[in-house]
């Protein structure tokens, strides 16, 4: 039986030492991990669009290019906006990091499989949109190497984290889309 | 003579980014249209103006979100089919306040050659407003740059969605023989 990750641990632990770090949460289950991992002003809680959480943040990404942008993201999210990977590739920014948990099912709605649980490799389908070195891990052992590289701006970077199924404790942050903007922008902005 | 009328730089596309300069737009991203042309072009070649070709009209949303909460300025460039694409994610700005501009070159409306255009070019506008944008239109090619400013002015100031409708009579026929 294959090795898969803890996702609040590896969230957490990816997320040790951000300082500078811009991070955006895509629907459903990220948001209760990123949430988890501790609340912060410049978490953006992308609640719904389902789908728009990568280009969300290559938007931040191309407007703060000195800051590391990571993107914690569901493969359903994913799935639903595969395109953000070609359109991210044309731009490639070095500070960008799309970090997405795979645990092949839409948790939200019942556990229904996702296409990556049909055979979608998402890292393969990344690298021939163009973003090159996008890889899947299932192993602990690497999450210390990719907390680095998340927050290092070296080049757009692609991780697909496979996740254990199942489901952890609802730890739910701000709904309200116009605060979390706000905060964002004014944290951003001291 | 080329007749192919819809890819020169018009006037009105010239008055258009006169209005992204003079409203600091620091980004423009796009599902190419063939009456965006001339505008695109000019963007393109503007230093201080990004660009971004999109696979499909939502993800400028999306795009346009995040450049905002990193402090960008931008407008989207679509043809009224893609309004239709992109009703679902006008979520964000709605709930978090973020300003949008839309413009949408209309099809479906003036000698319309392909009938696949005209059930979004009809419902862009209507659809637009359901969404709560507020919508404007501009008819002759000396209102649009007026237009497109007082569009961009409303959006940034009052943190709207916006949206302004460019006539299909404004690109002219396009010459389906060549």
Redesign the interface.
């Known amino acids: 039986m294959s090795k898969l990750l803890e996702r609040r641990s590896v969230v957490a632990q990816l997320l040790k030492g951000r300082n500078e770090t811009?991070v955006?949460a895509g629907l459903g289950s990220p948001i209760y991990d990123v949430f988890a991992a501790g609340d912060n002003d410049l978490n953006?809680y992308?609640?719904?669009?389902?789908?728009?959480?990568?280009?969300?943040?290559?938007?931040?990404?191309?407007?703060?290019p000195s800051r590391p942008v990571v993107v914690f993201t569901g493969d359903g999210e994913m799935l639903m906006?595969l395109?953000?990977f070609?359109?991210i590739a044309?731009?490639r920014p070095p500070n960008l990091s799309i970090v997405i948990l795979d645990n092949e099912q839409y948790a939200e709605t019942g556990m229904q499989q996702t296409a990556t649980g049909f055979g979608t490799d998402l890292a393969a389908v990344a690298r021939a949109c163009g973003l090159e070195g996008a890889a899947t891990f299932n192993d602990a052992g690497d999450m210390e190497g990719l907390r680095e590289r998340v927050h290092a701006c070296r080049g757009t970077l692609v991780a697909v984290l496979k996740i254990e199924p199942g489901d952890q404790p609802r730890t739910v942050p701000e709904r309200?889309?116009?605060v979390?903007?706000?905060r964002?922008?004014k944290a951003?902005?001291v | 003579m080329t007749a192919d009328l819809d890819q020169a730089v018009r006037p009105w596309q010239k008055d258009i980014h006169a209005a992204f300069k003079a409203s600091n737009v620091?980004?423009v991203s796009y599902v190419p249209d063939g009456g965006h042309r001339g505008l695109i072009g000019l963007c393109a070649k503007d230093p201080s103006i990004?660009t971004?070709?999109?696979?499909?009209e939502?993800?400028g949303?999306?795009?346009?979100?995040?450049?905002?909460?990193?402090?960008?300025r931008?407008v989207l460039l679509m043809q009224s089919s893609g309004v239709g694409n992109c009703l679902?994610?006008f979520?964000?700005a709605?709930?978090?306040?973020?300003p949008l501009v839309l413009l949408v070159t209309m099809r479906g409306e003036f000698a319309e050659y392909i009938p696949w255009q005209i059930p979004m070019g009809k419902r862009a506008g209507a659809a637009l407003e359901l969404m709560g944008f507020d919508v404007m239109r501009a008819d002759t090619p000396e209102s649009v740059g007026d237009i497109c400013s007082g569009a961009l002015d409303q959006a940034f100031f009052s943190k709207r969605c916006v949206a302004v409708l460019l006539s299909q009579r404004l690109i002219g026929r396009k010459n389906w023989s060549k």
């Open positions: 811009l955006v953006f992308d609640w719904g669009a389902m789908g728009s959480a990568a280009m969300v943040g290559l938007g931040l990404a191309l407007a703060q906006g395109g953000a070609s359109t044309q731009h309200d889309g116009a979390i903007a706000e964002f922008i951003l902005q | 620091g980004h990004g971004t070709v999109l696979t499909t939502e993800e949303v999306a795009l346009s979100a995040g450049l905002w909460l990193g402090g960008v931008s679902n994610l979520t964000l709605e709930n978090c306040r973020i």
